[in-house]
């Protein structure tokens, strides 16, 4: 069989260690799969943290303009870092299809994306996109300013911390798909809220003690959890959820809305949407971005509309 131009073929970024070691197991059965799809690809396997980056910056710059993300939202949110690092294409010229091995998977949740293999490259060879929007982010770490840029969901507060508790666990072996929930109760019982001011569009919105805040493009995060139900990925907005400081029992009474949709029905949750988005706080409010943790307050999130073309399942158009 003749063998396609670089342009035409995927290049697939591989974690191996995600899904607690699936990516590694299961890539021979994905490969099959793409082969028996027609999907022509190219595959490397990550070998350190940010080396997806590194990757979709020398896969573009080879010429490829098409790339599978096989890991979670954490490989994803690397890829979409290198998109933005490149500066060989406009970032609308390269399609990205995700096939999920992670542990939180929630990336796909928005877009309809299914978790079985043969599902989503079915979803790749109907080849239905669609342009999202992205979050640019900046933050303090180590006493410097850094700037990221967001696919899914960022957080702050419990949120963050959670994520250190969970990464923890996971380092130690323990998996299911509970370990998010105990990590968010361990966390929950274990997080001060700090005081913070939030400017959306240069408004004060709020100042207060604040105990966690998502900002996003997708609705969901945490393994399924809907933080941002009300989110919309190209209407070149930010959906944003402030939790002030809450009882217990505010939450394990109400803990079916933070699955349904209907989070802003408990009464500590503000919704609010904006392009320009700015936290402070004191004493500091640990980051995370798409499930991984980063620096710390201030922060200054500012929306780029539709600059990402991703396969998404055609029910979802």
């Not at 959890?225 to 930010?238: C, E, H, K, S, T």
Request: glycine share 10%; aromatic share 10%; net charge neutral.
């Amino acid at each position: 069989m003749e063998r396609l131009p670089i342009s035409e073929r995927w290049f697939a970024i591989v974690n191996p260690v995600a899904g607690m070691g699936r990516g590694l197991e299961d890539f021979p059965q994905i490969s099959k799969l793409l082969r028996d799809n027609s999907i022509p690809a190219d595959p490397v396997f990550t070998e350190h943290k940010y080396h997806a980056t590194e990757l979709t910056v020398g896969a573009i710059q080879k010429g490829y303009r098409k790339i599978i993300v096989i890991g979670g939202d954490g490989t994803l949110h690397e890829v979409v870092n290198g998109l933005f690092i490149q500066h060989e294409v406009p970032s609308t010229e390269v399609t990205l299809a995700v096939i999920s091995i992670g542990t939180g998977n929630d990336w796909i949740r928005m877009f309809g994306i299914p978790r079985n293999y043969s599902a989503a490259i079915r979803a790749m060879r109907e080849g239905y996109t669609f342009l999202q929007d992205v979050g640019e982010i900046t933050y303090e770490e180590a006493k410097y300013v850094q700037t990221r840029y967001v696919a899914n969901v960022a957080g702050g507060g419990l949120d963050a911390h959670t994520i250190k508790l969970f990464n923890h666990s996971k380092m130690k072996g323990r998996k299911g798909k509970s370990l998010y929930l105990w990590s968010l109760v361990r966390a929950f019982f274990g997080y001060k809220s700090p005081g913070v001011k939030v400017w959306i569009d240069d408004k004060l919105v709020y100042n207060d003690l604040l105990f966690s805040f998502a900002i996003g493009i997708c609705k969901f995060n945490g393994g399924g959890i809907q933080q941002l139900p009300a989110a919309v990925a190209d209407d070149g907005l930010f959906d944003v959820t402030l939790i002030r400081p809450v009882h217990w029992w505010h939450i394990v009474f109400r803990l079916k809305k933070l699955f349904n949709g209907k989070i802003y029905e408990i009464g500590h949750v503000q919704h609010l949407q904006g392009s320009h988005i700015k936290v402070e706080a004191s004493p500091e409010m640990p980051l995370e971005v798409d499930g991984e943790l980063l620096g710390h307050t201030p922060l200054n999130f500012n929306i780029l509309h539709r600059v990402v073309r991703v396969i998404v399942n055609k029910d979802f158009l």
